[in-house]
Structure formats: C-alpha cells, structure tokens
C-alpha cells in the first residue's frame, strides 16, 4: 500500500467525519440512552442574589414519576468545583477563592445558579415536579457590572471576597512605563468596553451519568472538549473518588467555542446523584438554560494609553482593565484576563514598556470563562483600537503605522513574558493589503459618498499566543493542570492504524486532520486510518481542545509516537532483511535498505510484529503501539493582518460589512480547507461580537434580559461578506509539524479590524468612539450625538 | 409544554363547537403559540387544529379585492399569482416574514388573531383597510386591532378570511430587530380609494395609523414628503435595540423607502 494523494500533508482532504454529520448518524451525549434511565432536572434560581431561607421539596416528592429530589443540604462530603489557576495579586496574596458549590449552599448569586435536582421518569414530569419546590428567598440587592461591584456600598457577593474583589494583579515594568509617557511626543488615549458574550454551541450542554453497582464504578457522558480533565476535577477535587472509578465519554459535540472546557456543577451533582438513584441520569439543556448557565465570554473595562515619538514609534503602553468573573470562579475564569491577556499586549509591535493591571471582581451574573481567543481578542481590540486612534491622531496611514512598529528579529522577547520565536508580519500585511484593494479604496468611499453612505477599512494586525506551554512555566504562574498532550499509535497486525489522542474533537475536524498526518508519516492510505479521542476508557490521557492548542500539541504527540513505531519498525526490518538498523531507511511506505532495492512494506512489518515467528524476540517487544507526551517548549504565535470594509447607512445605522481580507500566518498547514473553514467560523464570530452580539443584564434586578434569540443577536449567513482568506507561512521552530494553531484567529482579529473600519467611516461625521457592538441604533445615535 | 387535548376540527361548525365546548384555544400555524407553550408562557388546556377546516382555504379576487382564507400559509401568499397581479406588496410582505420554516406554517389568520405588537400582517390588513371575516361577523381594520395582543375577536370567534381592497400603489418596508428580524419598526403606506394609508408596526405597543404620515403623504405621495414628517417619539417603544427616538425616526425613514418602492 503506498502513499495516495489523498493521505498528503497539505491536501484538502474531505473531512471523514462529515458523512455521519452530514447524514444525522453522529453521536451526541443526548443521543445516549440507557435502560432504566431517569431524567434530571435543574430548578434555578429566578434571583440574582438572594438568601434561601428554606426548601420545601415534600410536595414536588410526592408529584408523578419523581424518583428523588437533592438539594445543597444533601451534598455532605461533596467539595465545591475548583479554579484550575491561582493568581497571585500585587499585593502577594493569593486571590480571593470564594466556594462553587455544586447545587446552592445558602445563597444563590445569579439568575440560573442551579438551586435543586430533580430526578425523575421522564423530563416533563422532572420539571413539573421542580415547579412544586418551595423555595422561600430573601432577596438581597444585585450587582451585574464589574465596575459597580468594586464601588464602595455594592452588595457584597461573598463573605470570601471583601468588596467583591478576586484580586488586582498586574504585569510590565511600571517605571519604564511613566518614564517614557513622560517624554512622549504624543499619547493616544482610549476607553474600552469588551463586551460581554454568550457562547451558544449548536448542541447545548448535556450529561448522562451513570452508577454500576457491580464494581462501584461510574460512567458519565458528558458534551465536554476535555474529558480527562473533567474525570480528574470532579473526582480529585470535588467527589474525591479514585479515577479508576469514573470514566468520562464526550461522544461528538456540537460546538464548544471554551464554554465545555469547565467541570460544571450539573454533570458533578448527576454522577454523585447516580449512585444515590442507582440508575442513569440524562440531563440535556434546553437552549434558555444555556443562555443563563453556560460559562459567558469577554466582559472588559478598560482604559487604556499608548506614548508615541515624533515618528509615530510606539514608546509605551498603559494599561487598567476590570475584568468581570461572575457570581463564582469558573474552571479557568482566574488566568483568562491576566496570563492570556496582558501577556498579548506587545501585539506584532516592539513597544519596549508595557504595564497592565488587572482587577478582578464578582458580580450576579453567570461565571465568566474563556471563549474563543479568551483573553487575546481582548487584548488585540486593545492594541489595535490604539494603533489605529495612533494613526488618526498622528496623521501617519494605517498600515504606515504598523510598519513603523513590526517586530522584525526573531526570537523576540517582549516586555510582557513572551518570547516571539518566528514571524513575518510584513508578508501579511503587504498581501492583505493587496487582497483588500487598499490602493482602491479612496475611489470607493467617494462612490458610496456620493449615494450617501459612508465607507470605512479598518486593520487589525494581530498576535495570538497558542499551545499554552510549557507546563512547568505556567505552573510558576498558578496553573494547577499541565499543558501537554498525550498521543498514541497503535499499528494493528494488518497496517491499519488507530490513534488515541487526548485532543478533542467537536468541530474542528481532527479525524481527517491527524489521519492525513499519520497517512503522511507512514505512507499509509488515510482511509487505514482511524482516530479515538473523547473517552478516559480508551485514550491515556489528554488535555482536550482549547487555545488552538490541538495541532500543535496534540498533533506533536502523534509525531513524537509516530517517530518510535519507525523507529521499532526499523529494528523490525532490519532483522527480517538480515541488515544492520543502521541501514534502514523509512520512506513512501516501505523499509529498505540503503542503497537497495531490498525492502519490507509497512503492513508486513507490522504483521511481523504480531506474529513474530520470524522477529528478534531476545532483543525486542512483539507489538507495535507507541505512546508520547508532548510539553512544548514556548506557546506558539500565529499572526496575520485583516482589513475590514464597511458602508454605513447613516439614516439608519446600519453596518455592512462589504469586503474583509485575512491573510494569516498558522505556520505549516496539514488540511487548507479545514483551515479556511476555522478561519471563516472564528471571522464570524469575530463580526458577531463587533455588530450584533451582546450579553445585557437588568441593572437593578439581574435579570438577564437576552435570555434568547429573540433578543440576543447572532451573525446569521447575511450577515458576512464572502470572506476572502489566504495565508503566508513561518513555520513553527520548535513543533516537528511547524505548525501554529487556527482555531481562535478570525475571532482575535475581526472585532478590532471591525471596528476600525466602523470608526474610520464614522470619523466623517464626527464620530469619536463607539463600542461594540456597533449595531444600528447605537450608531445612529453616535451620528446624531456628533452632530448635536 | 405541559399536557393538553389536541382536537383536529373537519369544519368551521365543529370547529367553533369545539372551541365552545372545551374553553380551549385555535391552532392555526402555532408559530407563535406552540412556542410559547414551549417554554410553558401559554398554558393552553385544550388546542383546537384549524387545519383541516376547508372553509379557511383558498385565495381569490373578489372585485376590487383579494380574499384570502384565514389558513392560508405565508408562503402560499408569498407564491400566490393573484396576490402577486393585484397587491404585489402584500406577497413581499409574506415573504418577509420569519424564515422559510415560519412561512410554511405561519398562517394570515394566525398572525392577525395574534395581533403581535411587532408582526407583519397587521401593518398590512391596517394599511390596505382591509376586513376581517369570522364566523360570526365582518370586521374592518381600524376596529380589529385593540392594542397589544389584543383584537375584537370575541372568545371562540373565529377568523374566517381577509379581504384586502387592491390599492393604487402600496409598499411596506421593515427594518429588522438585529436579534429576531421581528420588525423594529415596520411601515405600510397605501393610496386606496378611501385616501393614503399608513400603518406602523413594531414601533409602539400595537400596530397603529400615523395620521401625521398619511396627512403629509395625502399633499404629496413621495419619498421627500415622508421623510420630512417629524414623527411624535412619546409612547413608542424603548428597548435594547432601539430608543423611541431611533424609532420615531425609522418610521420617516421607512415611510419615504416604502413611498419609492410603491412604484
């Protein structure tokens, strides 16, 4: 069997799991059903903040097909759910680290904070029972803003978190900050709000526990991107059962954007629950749960500077950003607006100081974790909002500006703990430029002018920090999980290959995307090839998918395990051809001898391996199945320029985004088309935030009040331009694929390229500022404010 | 949802039997109860299925109007060839609503019972002068709608069919709630033998005639006169996705881009 053009690193190969996606046959954790199965239920509470007096479950016990009621009260000897990140403050201390009980302890602190489960036949008769629960609340004042919370007088949240406070951290150099404003030819200065998002997965979150009495054992289905981590929390930290007991499946997942990186207090209360019932639960939210429960994203306050020379070389950045938790510290909550934010700050630019400090506060709102780019959108709207307010400040053209400031020298060590260790940041921005007609575009603006709209391009040149790493690093700055990942190659007698990965798969398409490097490295027709991920029962272990992390890290382990089953299959070879190891070359499939024609195919081999009749067993193991961990040695930084295009309908407000050009950098790409399609996804999304998306709470009650789609916006199909996307390559220098991560950048650059465009074609009319997302009615009123 | 009696009524007597007899609600399209009931909003103990009644079908011009039966779907309206000859902007307007799945089962009667503050059809009925038929009476639409959600159909009364008088010229224009694409505001201007017509949906808490629009548009029916009324913002909606003001202005706005579109 040789090397087909299909199996070629660098092919768009159609996505092998598309056909049981495309034909209704995928798996999801809804679709799993079990004999005897109940079904669970959540009551939540209907306040943003108030005492629960007391429960009352008698009535709704006695209500039909009720199985069993628990509550907080009945969780003894279940721990509160962990934050993976300890950030320690300026102040030395470590933050402030209140309880996230699993079901309400004495207090609820968010509409949706989950107050009871309910278990009963069927989930119409579960959640007619939740409505029979009693619950007498003293309701207690609410803070929904991250500013307000941290204001003298704001309802206190909890007794562990004096003025509401998680901590004040900051990084940079503060001195070398202030003394280069204090020489700067020029300081732009900005307020920024990130606003705050709700994920929205297709497939809401979903969990199916179960309890075998058998051997005391526990098997949760779970719509997770990180099952292993998920075992390894719950039952460390929280149910405080040995591993071998609990399995954790994430059968194929609808979308996860971060919102199913996090061990959520619901599947924890059902596997406990499922003993107790000695029968499966299935719980499958509905889509208004989602938009209360679901961990939400960004929900920033900043202010923030930047210094300039005469030249428009960027001396200096300053920056204070709130960053709202939530009611409680979600999974990874703490590292979001700190390690993966302030770190970004230097973008593509050699700013020499930067400084940015971060409070941290809680509020009555659902807890605030990563989504899509978590923390680096936030930071590149930052410094590109600034950069661009620069450049209208100063005179000096958009992409001029950028110019002026590139990081050219690799490795770069920025002034906010990274180290840059490859890029071309002028490759993409000259062909972006080329891609979005720049040249062309003064011609357009005064075409649309003269049918009274106003056009606009805006740029982001962002930088994105992927593959989280190394362990040891991150664990110096409070991380409690390590950041490598686990991948193994097990050869069956016949040639075929089975890969267990410890990424997750639930959109991105790591079936075709690792089988073709598998059908690559070993010259093997991709359909031989067959990927395992999302199951603690059959892979070893895993970090699972976040960060752009899966390709790079992931994708590194199946290298690494990879290069040992070449490495067996030469001490297979050369005992069958009678050669020294020496002389054994790998290549198109077949082990030869160097020089000769004399070779062994991969699948005799392998056969030899599993009947080794003939096989040097004094020396070496039958079998061919090889494992690696991988912790890489720095992050990886894929980088890349969008420009966006927009015409405004001034009499309305309306934003059209006519044109928007990506040319981005991910290194070395195995699948383009998949590539494309994470590209177009993440621009979106980016659009989503910038025009359409946001997540408002009442002020004084806390509602939410877009609990749906009825009022929260999403991108719909008409909503995009036709993307025009391309990529230049640096490869990676220290991953064997070169290879950078693709997931998050379409949502890291798009907001700020958005809203550029969206301020450069309002700066006709006087505009000065806008925040997002810029939907008609806040721009019509911007317009009418400036020409008031 | 909670448990309810589903009824499937074969005529318009059984049908209003039915409804008389259980104290439960009409089913139409159900594109706006089904989901209420969803999320347990609406907690209707009995439905009535309205769509197997054949008195309720049917589109057909009668004189100098265009009846179409109370069951008629949006997308029947939309597709309709003698809806298209004679008012060309009603089937626009039943092509804009909701998406594909809504029109294939939302229905003219459905719409117009519901009387939801930011639908389409009511613009439509109000803006064309149009008369509501049900099983006990004739309605004209300047008495049908009462406010939000709210008609002049008695319990258990049933519409039966519409009939829209053929303007001289008519055009609605809607701007989208960016969330729903409900109308944020939505204008149905007409020049009907009974003088121009201007009906507003989504902008306040029902559907409404903008007597200063219809005033300005009777002196002079163009774009230019519309765009100069100055609409009164006091008592429109305010929300998340527009102030009263914003919505005063689309009204303007709307009516001027209907006014050109009408031909």
Request: contains cysteine; hydrophobic residues 45%; glycine residues 10%.
């Amino acid at each position: 069997m040789g090397a087909t053009e299909q199996g070629v690193i660098g092919q768009s190969v159609r996505r092998k799991e598309d056909v049981r996606f495309l034909t209704g046959a995928g798996q999801y954790t809804d679709d799993v059903t079990f004999a005897h199965q109940t079904c669970g239920y959540f009551l939540r509470s209907p306040h943003a903040h108030a005492r629960i007096r007391s429960i009352d479950t008698a009535k709704a016990k006695a209500a039909p097909g009720v199985v069993a009621i628990f509550t907080g009260a009945d969780l003894t000897g279940v721990n509160g759910l962990p934050c993976g990140w300890l950030i320690t403050g300026t102040d030395g201390k470590p933050m402030n680290e209140p309880p996230h009980p699993v079901l309400a302890q004495g207090k609820v602190r968010y509409v949706g904070d989950q107050v009871a489960l309910v278990i009963a036949e069927t989930a119409h008769q579960a959640r007619d029972a939740a409505e029979l629960i009693d619950v007498d609340y003293e309701v207690l004042p609410a803070v929904v803003n991250c500013v307000d919370a941290l204001k003298s007088g704001a309802p206190q949240i909890h007794d562990q978190a004096p003025g509401n406070k998680c901590y004040t951290w900051a990084l940079g150099d503060k001195a070398a900050v202030d003394a280069a404003f204090a020489k700067a030819a020029h300081v732009t200065k900005l307020d920024i709000v990130n606003n705050r998002l709700i994920p929205n997965a297709i497939e809401p979150r979903a969990a199916v526990a179960s309890y075998n009495r058998a051997d005391d054992s526990y098997t949760l289905y779970v719509a997770s991107q990180n099952p292993h981590v998920e075992r390894l929390l719950m039952t460390a930290f929280v149910l405080g059962l040995p591993e071998t007991k609990v399995r954790v499946i994430a059968p194929d997942v609808g979308g996860g954007f971060g919102s199913k990186i996090y061990l959520y207090g619901e599947e924890t209360a059902m596997v406990w629950a499922s003993k107790k019932v000695n029968r499966p639960i299935k719980w499958a939210a509905d889509r208004s749960e989602a938009f209360l429960s679901d961990a939400h994203g960004r929900d920033h306050v900043t202010h923030a500077e930047l210094a300039l020379d005469k030249d428009g070389k960027f001396l200096a950045m300053r920056v204070h950003t709130t960053a709202n938790m939530g009611a409680y510290l979600s999974t990874f909550a703490s590292c979001i607006p700190t390690i993966l934010y302030a770190t970004l700050l230097a973008g593509q630019y050699t700013t020499p100081a930067i400084f940015c400090e971060v409070t941290a506060s809680f509020t009555n709102t659902a807890p605030v974790d990563a989504y899509r780019g978590a923390g680096r959108p936030e930071a590149t709207f930052v410094v590109e909002r600034l950069a661009h307010q620069a450049a209208v400040d100063t005179g000096i053209a958009q992409d001029e500006i950028r110019r002026r400031n590139f990081i050219r020298k690799f490795p770069y060590a920025t002034p906010v703990a990274l180290t840059y260790d490859t890029g071309n940041y002028d490759a993409t921005l000259d062909e972006a430029n080329k891609m979005a007609d720049v040249a062309g575009f003064p011609a357009r603006k005064a075409e649309a002018a003269k049918r009274g709209k106003l056009r606009g391009i805006g740029y982001a040149t962002y930088i994105e920090a992927c593959g989280l790493a190394p362990s040891n690093v991150a664990g110096a700055l409070g991380a409690r999980a390590g950041l490598f990942e686990c991948g193994q190659v097990r050869v069956n007698p016949t040639g075929g290959v089975t890969i267990f990965t410890g990424s997750h798969s639930h959109g991105q398409g790591h079936e075709t995307t690792f089988a073709q490097i598998v059908a690559s490295k070993l010259g093997i027709d991709i359909a031989n090839v067959e990927v395992v991920h999302g199951d603690t029962g059959r892979v070893a272990f895993g970090m699972g998918t976040y960060g752009s992390r899966s390709l790079a890290v992931g994708g590194t382990a199946i290298v690494k395990a990879l290069d040992k089953i070449v490495a067996k299959g030469k001490k297979i070879a050369a005992h069958l051809l009678e050669a020294a190891e020496s002389d054994i070359e790998f290549k198109d499939g077949k082990f030869t001898v160097a020089g000769t024609d004399r070779s062994k195919a991969f699948a005799e081999v392998s056969l030899a391996a599993y009947v080794p009749h003939n096989y040097p067993l004094d020396k070496l193991e039958p079998g061919l199945d090889e494992t690696a961990f991988y912790d890489p040695t720095n992050f990886t930084y894929p980088a890349g320029t969008h420009i966006c295009e927009v015409e405004i309908d001034p009499e309305t407000g309306v934003v059209k985004v006519v044109n928007f050009s990506a040319c981005d950098d991910f290194g070395n790409i195995i699948n383009p088309m998949i590539v494309a399609g994470q590209v177009h996804g993440g621009l979106t999304q980016g659009i989503g935030q910038a025009l359409l998306e946001s997540c408002v709470y009442d002020a004084d009650s806390g509602q939410l009040l877009t609990g749906s789609y009825m009022d929260y916006a999403m991108p719909r199909a008409d909503d995009v331009p036709s993307f025009n996307v391309s990529t230049k390559v640096t490869p990676c220098t220290h991953n064997p694929l070169g290879a950078k991560g693709c997931g998050e950048a379409g949502a890291i650059g798009a907001p700020a390229a958005m809203m550029n465009a969206v301020h450069d074609a309002l700066l006709a009319v006087g505009v000065k500022g806008i925040d997002m997302p810029a939907s008609p009615h806040r721009v019509w009123q911007a317009i009418q404010s400036a020409r008031a | 949802m909670y448990a309810f009696e589903l009824h499937k009524a074969e005529s318009l007597a059984k049908a209003a039997a039915l409804l008389a007899q259980t104290g439960g609600k009409a089913l139409a399209g159900g594109q706006s109860l089904v989901a209420a009931m969803k999320l347990r909003l609406a907690v209707p103990g009995a439905l009535v299925d309205l769509s197997a009644v054949p008195e309720l079908k049917g589109i057909r011009k009668e004189g100098d109007a265009v009846v179409i039966g109370a069951m008629t779907r949006h997308a029947e309206v939309a597709a309709s060839d003698v809806v298209k000859a004679a008012i060309p902007a009603l089937s626009a307007l039943a092509e804009g609503i909701g998406d594909r799945q809504v029109r294939n089962m939302g229905t003219l009667g459905g719409s117009l019972a519901n009387n939801d503050p930011a639908a389409d059809y009511p613009a439509a009925a109000l803006g064309l002068g149009a008369t509501i038929n049900t099983n006990k009476r004739k309605i004209g639409a300047d008495e049908f709608f009462k406010g939000m959600y709210e008609t002049a159909l008695a319990d258990g009364e049933i519409i039966t069919s519409v009939s829209f008088p053929v303007p001289k010229k008519a055009a609605y224009a809607k701007f989208p709630q960016p969330a729903s694409r409900f109308a944020l505001v939505g204008v149905f201007v007409a020049q009907t033998a009974a003088g121009v017509r201007v009906a507003v949906t989504g902008a306040a808490s029902a559907v409404h005639r903008s007597q200063a629009m219809e005033q300005a548009l009777a002196k002079s029916f163009t774009a230019d006169a519309a765009k100069a009324v100055k609409i009164e913002a006091k008592g429109l909606n305010s929300d998340l996705h527009g102030s009263a003001a914003y919505r005063a202005h689309l009204v303007s706005v709307l009516a001027a881009r209907a006014v050109a579109a009408s031909g």
